[in-house]
């Protein structure tokens, strides 16, 4: 897989190291000569000194062969344009973007980018999780697909000691990881048995949070 990240900042660094030692091909647009030069001596030639927004950047970048494209500037006006030129002009056929501004989360779909992050939200439902406020956080939004990935921890008398396949999940629902104190993270199978304090990764249909929060976390 080759992935183009727009932005060096703390998520674009770690981002772009996770995608390395996983084998894929990855390269960091960033305006910043200086940090360019500090992602050249910690990981290679990873980098590319330049707007990410600009379509000669992005043309020798590569952008037409990347399999997905993230940007993740602090600034939503940078991550709006690049991600519209890599999606118009350079048809990537999976596009991320960081949203910085939750005001501005509308205009991104209103454009045409629909796989947002809004970390100011995400940041939120995790305190709402840990302080008990809320047991689901929604961790992205694939709007375009009509799906949304979320984690929710089991805390509902009904599921624990049950298997996934005896729970009536919504349709089309896909329960992907689950993590469970004190183990590495599995991919559950309809045999899994829940316990208390788990957590379970899930891709859902939009519009079933309140269901998924039902059955597990109730």
């Known amino acids: 897989m080759y992935a183009i990240i727009v932005g060096d900042n703390e998520i674009g660094y770690f981002l772009c190291k996770e995608l390395l030692d996983k084998g894929h091909e990855v390269l960091i647009i ?24 600009e379509v000669a950047i992005l043309t020798k970048a590569g952008a037409a062969r990347a399999d997905i494209f993230i940007a993740v500037t602090d600034e939503d ?50 305190i709402k999780m840990e302080v008990s406020i809320s047991p689901l956080v929604r961790l992205l939004s694939l709007k375009e697909r009509g799906l949304e990935l979320v984690l929710v921890k089991v805390a509902n008398p009904a599921a624990i000691g049950k298997s996934l396949g005896e729970l009536s999940l919504p349709l089309n629902s896909i329960t992907s990881l689950l993590i469970r104190q004190g183990q590495e993270c599995q991919v559950p199978t309809p045999d899994t048995v829940l316990k208390l304090d788990d957590q379970l990764i899930c891709l859902i249909p939009n519009g079933s949070k309140e269901s998924i929060q039902a059955i597990f976390a109730s």
């Open 30 to 53: 960033e305006k910043n000569a200086t940090k360019c030069e500090y992602l050249e001596k910690e990981l290679g030639s990873v980098s590319l000194c330049g707007n990410g927004s």
């Open 77 to 126: 006006e940078d991550n709006l344009a690049a991600c519209q030129i890599a999606k118009q002009k350079f048809d990537v056929s999976l596009i991320i973007a960081k949203v910085n501004n939750p005001k501005n989360e509308h205009i991104f779909a209103k454009l045409g980018i629909d796989h947002t992050v809004d970390v100011v939200a995400l940041v939120l439902e995790h």
